[in-house]
């Protein structure tokens, strides 16, 4: 089955299913995603269709529009251009991401109309159920900030829940800033001990500058 086809077959059944839940389709490049937009947030999943015959699913993942905009002002939209795909039309920054979720068709070749059905009823289920259940719990930023609690009381990291690279830790911080955290000032404390442990010299202008920030929020 050529990619071509498979593309047409897959892009035809998640149109079915999902536009009805507000997702719209942009198929274009190597990345073909999918976003539903409202307002506060930004819900997307992405997949790439590999030449062997397989079939890539991201995981869901939710921007948050007021900690993301505070991302963007502290980083700088010339910098986050530089170092991620972001454009508000087809890339958006992730402030959470659905790490549980399991590409269990990402090595399978898929070369038969049943295959590709096999693949999308699992996907749509996925959307249906636990991306749902994902998206309506992780949209409230108590609930994140619920979440990295229990990380950390795990002996585990933000990045568990939330997205980026170094800059996890600054949504970290906003987040419970945002949300009055009492624990507040032991997250910022804990965020300089990963600056004085590590290299992050890259970061260190903008970590300086979003404690500022934080200040007055």
């Known amino acids: 089955m050529l990619k071509s086809d498979r593309k047409k077959y897959v892009f035809q059944e998640f149109d079915k299913a999902l536009l009805n ?6 198929k274009t490049g ?5 976003i539903m ?11 790439n269709f590999k030449d062997l015959g397989s079939v890539s ?6 921007s948050i529009n007021v900690i993301e905009d505070i991302i963007i002002n502290v980083l700088g939209e010339d910098f986050v251009k530089a170092n991620y795909f972001f454009d508000r039309k087809k890339y958006f920054l992730t402030t959470v991401v659905d790490e549980n979720f399991k590409d269990i068709y990402q090595y399978r070749e898929l070369n038969s109309e049943s295959d590709l059905r096999e693949l999308t009823n699992w ?13 309506d719990t ?14 950390r009381a ?11 690279t170094v800059d996890h830790l600054f949504r970290g911080l906003i987040i419970s800033k945002l949300c009055s955290d009492k624990g507040f000032e032991d997250k910022v404390v804990f965020v300089e001990n990963v600056f004085k442990e590590n290299d992050l010299s890259k970061w260190q202008p903008y970590f300086v500058d ?3 920030r934080l200040k007055t929020v």
């Open 21 to 26: 839940f507000g997702f719209e389709g942009i």
């Open 30 to 34: 190597s990345d073909p995603t999918y």
């Open 37 to 47: 937009k409202s307002n506060e947030i930004v819900v997307s999943f992405f997949m």
């Open 57 to 62: 699913m991201s995981s869901i993942r939710i």
């Open 123 to 135: 996907y749509i289920n996925y959307i249906k159920v636990e991306a749902k259940e994902f998206v």
């Open 138 to 151: 992780y949209r409230y930023l108590p609930n994140i900030l619920k979440k990295m609690n229990e990380l």
């Open 154 to 164: 795990e002996g585990k990291f933000w990045s568990d829940i939330l997205g980026g």
């Open 210 to 212: 979003l404690k500022e």
